[in-house]
């Protein structure tokens, strides 16, 4: 089983930076892409940014595009997602997620990954 862990969130001003850690025990990421996904209130849980086993490509969202950047560490067995000049359209909870099975590819839809965190919130005032 494995388990992730979101942490970094808080409130910030628009403009403003946060870095987001996702760590994981029970099992190594390495192997594994990872996905970083936002849920806003009421909203579904959409794509944000997502990472190849190895790191050697990565994929964000139009929205965040040039704004944030995935990466990953596999000797400290975390992904993290560094976000820059924020926006209040940015505010929700924001979760780390890795698939059962190892795959090469990028995964970009919440139903292709079987492992969550619980969260962390991130809110961002104008």
């Known amino acids: 089983q494995v388990q992730l862990v979101e942490s970094g969130g808080g409130s910030v001003q628009a403009g403003g930076s946060l870095r987001l850690p996702c760590a994981a025990s029970?099992?190594?990421?390495?192997?594994?892409?990872v996905g970083w996904f936002r849920q806003a209130p009421g909203k579904e849980r959409d794509f944000v940014a997502a990472?190849?086993?190895?790191?050697?490509?990565?994929y964000h969202a139009d929205s965040v595009k040039g704004r944030f950047t995935i990466s990953r560490d596999n000797a400290k067995n975390t992904v993290s997602l560094q976000m820059n000049s924020l926006k209040p359209e940015d505010t929700g909870v924001y979760y780390c997620?890795?698939?059962?099975?190892?795959?090469?590819?990028?995964?970009?839809?919440?139903?292709?990954?079987?492992?969550w965190g619980q969260g962390t919130q991130v809110t961002v005032s104008s």
């Open positions: 029970g099992r190594t990421l390495t192997d594994f892409p």
């Open positions: 990472i190849t086993w190895n790191g050697d490509d990565t």
């Open positions: 997620a890795t698939p059962r099975r190892a795959s090469s590819i990028l995964l970009r839809t919440p139903f292709q990954y079987d492992y």
